[in-house]
Structure formats: C-alpha cells, structure tokens
C-alpha cells in the first residue's frame, strides 16, 4: 500500500470533477481548493465551485523518461491547462496525436487511470484532457 492513498480519497472530489473554488468577494476561482483567498485573505468568503471542463494549452512538453509507475506510458505529452476562468491545471494529455498538440489547441477533460496499486489494489483514477478537433 502506498502511505498517500488516503490522501487520494480525500482529494477524490478535486480529482473526478476538477472541483476548486470560487471567492465570493474578488470572484477568482481558485483550482486546487483553498481555504483562504489569497488576493482578500481574510475578507474572501471561498465557496466549492465546478472548475469547466473546457480549456486550451498553455504550454506543454513532451516525456521520454517518466517517473515510476508512468515508464509504460512514454513518451507522452504534459501540458498547463488553461480554463476559461484564468485556472490553470497541470495534466497528461491523452489521445492527442503528436500533430495536434500545440499551444493554444482546445483540449476537453476526460477520465483515465492514473495508477493501480498492485494486482488487488486501488485503481485511481482521475482527470486528464485531450485535444479536441
Ligand atoms: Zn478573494
């Protein structure tokens, strides 16, 4: 068992849904979730907000030498997200083939496997995006 899978399951609604959040008093949105809004500090008023599921790259990379557990998967492409509301996201884009890759191409969020964990483990899983047509 890896010591983070617990951290995995309190991280599930972030991971499935790509939930942030949102401060009521400036209006930024915030992804990964905080607790303080890090522009108003203690006047923001942060509630949970659905991040969207749209974006386009920012910038990208492509991995020939992944870390443990994702050697089986390179080369593939890393890429800095950017949403519609100025959030950006780090995530593996998947099903994008090599020609379709580029900075400012639309990119979609789907679900994909991250890691299984061992034969009878846990499988993880969460979101990734891919190039849209
Ligand atoms: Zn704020």
Redesign the pocket.
């Known amino acids: 068992m890896r010591d983070a899978l617990p951290l995995i399951w309190r991280k599930i609604p972030e991971r499935y849904t790509l939930l942030g959040s949102h ?6 949105d915030y992804f990964p979730q905080r607790t303080i ?5 203690s ?4 509630v949970d907000k659905q991040m969207p599921r749209e974006g386009k790259v920012y910038s990208f990379t492509e991995v020939h030498s992944g870390p443990a557990g994702f050697q089986h998967e390179t080369p593939y492409f890393l890429a800095i997200i950017e949403l519609p509301n100025k959030v950006k996201v780090l995530s593996q884009l998947v099903d994008s083939s090599k020609d379709k890759v580029k900075v400012g191409a639309p990119v979609k969020m789907v679900f994909r496997r991250i890691f299984a964990d061992g034969a009878e483990g846990v499988i993880a899983y969460g979101f990734k995006f891919k190039v849209v047509n």
């Open positions: 401060c009521n008093n400036c209006k930024t809004c890090p522009h108003c500090r006047k923001g008023k942060l």
